[in-house]
């Protein structure tokens, strides 16, 4: 029987809910979540404590903030010109939207405040600072594939269907479709 570890893929169905008790996720009554150990698909800690669970196994765990999406951080804030927003779109305090990073990618941000024409915005992930706490149950675990190691990502039910152009999926020379 397969246990998680690194390099496995599981399926599990999970809740989870800050400290006071509060859901702020969870896929029961759906499909189970499928992933990749090991590979940074999860956050840390979830994935620490799943480590040498088998099917049918179930676990409740806490995680404190640097075992889940780190401690807010005072630095992340910036103080932006309203301008920058546009004209399509009012902006408001408790608005999060993305932002395209330096090196192209994408950042969440959530406004904060607004004074005047100044709109401060925090890149803290909204879950930063939290404690969560999880119940999950392990509905099954198997082997990763080479090419599922290789690519980082599952393939198939639950993962990547790889429907799509070569030059779409993981890249030059995947070879996943």
């Known amino acids: 029987m ?3 570890a690194n390099d496995t893929v599981a399926r599990v169905f999970y809740t989870g809910k800050f400290e006071d008790g509060e859901i702020f996720d969870t896929n029961q009554g759906g499909e189970p979540l499928t992933f ?8 840390s800690g979830f994935e620490e404590e799943l480590m040498g669970a088998s099917i049918g196994d179930e676990r409740t765990f806490k995680l404190a903030p640097n075992r889940a999406y780190g401690e807010r951080d005072e630095s992340m804030f910036q103080v932006v010109d309203k301008s920058v927003f546009g004209t399509a779109m009012p902006i408001e305090v408790g608005m999060s939207s993305y932002a395209q990073t330096e090196g192209g990618g994408m950042t969440m941000f959530t406004i904060t405040k607004i004074d005047g024409d100044q709109v401060t915005v925090d890149f803290n992930h909204v ?3 939290k404690t969560l706490e999880f119940s999950v149950e392990v509905v099954d675990v198997r082997e990763a594939t ?5 690519h980082g990502h599952v393939h198939g039910p639950g993962g990547v269907q790889h429907q799509v152009s ?3 999926s993981c890249g030059p020379g995947c070879g996943c479709n």
């Open 2 to 4: 397969s246990t998680v």
């Open 36 to 43: 990749l150990v090991g590979h940074k698909k999860m956050i």
């Open 127 to 129: 879950m930063a600072g």
């Open 146 to 150: 080479k090419d599922e190691v290789a």
């Open 166 to 168: 070569k030059a779409d």
